[in-house]
T-cell receptor
Framework: AQSVTQLGSHVSVSEGALVLLRCNYS??????LFWYVQYPNQGLQLLLK??????LVKGINGFEAEFKKSETSFHLTKPSAHMSDAAEYFC????????????FGSGTQLTVLP | EPEVTQTPSHQVTQMGQEVILRCVPI?????FYWYRQILGQKVEFLVS????????KSEIFDDQFSVERPDGSNFTLKIRSTKLEDSAMYFC?????????????FGPGTRLLVL
């Protein structure tokens, strides 16, 4: 079964610093990949998705992610962190075939320090 | 912008009681889903629903769970006899049909506490 691994359950960055949240997927076939964000006491909001159209995907709030097949990675980045970026971030994969279920990573809690 | 809504936002129930969690998916979507997130754990898939039937379910979705689309707008998750371990945040999601992997849009969740 396809899965995603998020390295680092907690990441802290200073305001204005680069944000890098790591996600690796396990699949021999490039899957559909997503990043979702969950703010405290809220639901899951889609940040961006990869659907094989372009390897560099731009999302909302200045985030982007690059699909690297050779590294089976889909890391999320933002050049300059803002205090409002503090949240939990989930990488998710949906496998090819008829199933549509999302398989989520364990999440990365991002803390932004003033 | 269209969004998925869920009611109630919080529900407290006694073990063994039945609960029904309600969702209103985005109006032109045809695929519906339930996920849950136990505190401190991953978001887990429960079930997907299309054309008035379950299209896929996980091992979590046992006989205690059922889903229904009772009318043209609501999508419900019923837990017949709740257990302590059913305490979790339950998310509803919906997606359209254009493309084979249409994006799933999530509701704000219902926090269920079983005492």
């Amino acid at each position: 079964a396809q899965s995603v691994t998020q390295l680092g359950s907690h990441v802290s960055v200073s305001e204005g610093a680069l944000v890098l949240l790591r996600c690796n997927y396990s699949s021999s076939v490039p899957p559909y990949l997503f990043w979702y964000v969950q703010y405290p006491n809220q639901g899951l909001q889609l940040l961006l998705k990869y659907t094989s159209a372009a390897t560099l995907v731009k999302g909302i709030n200045g985030f982007e992610a690059e699909f690297k097949k050779s590294e089976t990675s889909f890391h999320l980045t933002k050049p300059s962190a803002h205090m409002s970026d503090a949240a939990e971030y989930f990488c998710a994969v949906i496998r090819s075939g008829s199933a549509r279920q999302l398989t989520f990573g364990s999440g990365t809690q991002l803390t932004v320090l003033p | 912008e269209p969004e998925v809504t869920q009611t109630p936002s919080h529900q407290v129930t006694q073990m063994g009681q039945e609960v029904i969690l309600r969702c209103v998916p985005i109006s032109n979507h045809l695929y519906f889903y339930w996920y849950r997130q136990i505190l401190g754990q991953k978001v887990e898939f429960l079930v997907s629903f299309y054309n008035n039937e379950i299209s896929e379910k996980s091992e979590i979705f046992d006989d205690q769970f059922s889903v229904e689309r009772p009318d043209g707008s609501n999508f419900t998750l019923k837990i017949r006899s709740t257990k302590l371990e059913d305490s979790a945040m339950y998310f509803c999601a919906s997606s359209g049909t254009s493309g084979s992997r249409e994006t799933q849009y999530f509701g704000p969740g219902t926090r269920l506490l079983v005492l």
